[in-house]
């Protein structure tokens, strides 16, 4: 095995999350052995990855049980409706003259990076113009989405939610699948940056580029990867999400 500085897991969890064309098949199924199928499983649902890992090791024709494609099946369609579910909303909002970026891993998978298996997300956020926020929330609620928050600190208040940056909306899917958005006009929340250095919507809108197919945009690559080492950095630092959230920088 190649000496490294880290432990077997942790050369493991890098070589399993790399980007297809940086990856190292002969290495990545040494690792995989001396790890182990069942201690790799378990350390990549820990890090909420199985699925990326899962893609990788079919890509390199790594023989694997069958909880690995079942992994990057359930991704895979659940990601699909997603994407179809965004499409829509940029249709909608694109149609009442609001411009819609979508953020995060939400952006990546729908206009950088076309392995679905390869970009899990809990959520879709999308970024409006502060002065459309409000009818972007009316339009949600007319394409049944249900304002409300997740955690319980939350208050479900849309004036306080619209101070703060952004809200949340819930929504049950064709599928039975339940689909959390965001909608932000503020890309970084203001508990994490200074009212000084927050960008200007406008600029951010002004800068964004278009993705070919669907009226969702992405915002241009150095502000794209600048939101999601913050995002990454406010994470790391206040609760553990598992080691996918990196792949937002390594994707950009």
Not at 151 to 161: G, I, Q, Y
Not at 217 to 226: K, Q
Request: glycine share 6%; net charge negative; proline share 4%.
């Amino acid at each position: 095995m190649i000496a490294t500085d880290f432990t077997l897991e942790e050369t493991f969890l890098c070589q399993a999350i790399r980007h297809k064309d940086a990856l190292d098949g002969p290495f990545l199924q040494e690792l995989f052995e001396a790890l182990g199928e069942k201690k790799a499983y378990s350390l990549c649902k820990q890090h909420d990855m199985a699925s990326i890992c899962a893609d990788n090791l079919e890509r390199c024709g790594i023989p694997s049980s069958s909880v690995w494609a079942d992994q990057k099946r359930l991704v895979e369609s659940t990601l699909s409706e997603y994407m179809l579910e965004l499409d829509s909303i940029a249709e909608n909002f694109e149609a009442n003259n609001i411009r819609v970026i979508a953020l995060k891993n939400s952006g990546i998978a729908r206009g950088i990076y076309p392995f679905l298996a390869s970009c899990p997300m809990g959520d879709v956020d999308v970024l409006v113009q502060k002065k459309n926020f409000f009818v972007a929330h009316k339009l949600l609620l007319t394409l049944g989405y249900e304002f409300k928050f997740r955690s319980h600190l939350e208050t479900n208040e849309l004036k306080t939610a619209f101070s703060n940056g952004g809200s949340e909306y819930c929504k049950k899917l064709t599928s039975g699948k339940s689909l959390w958005l965001e909608l932000q006009w503020r890309p970084i929340s203001g508990r994490w940056i200074q009212p000084d250095q927050e960008p200007d919507g406008k600029d951010l809108f002004d800068r964004s580029i278009s993705i070919p197919g669907t009226n969702v945009r992405l915002l241009c690559a150095e502000d794209n990867l600048l939101q999601v080492c913050l995002h990454t950095a406010k994470h790391t630092y206040i609760r553990a999400p598992g080691f996918r959230l990196h792949t937002d920088v390594d994707r950009i």
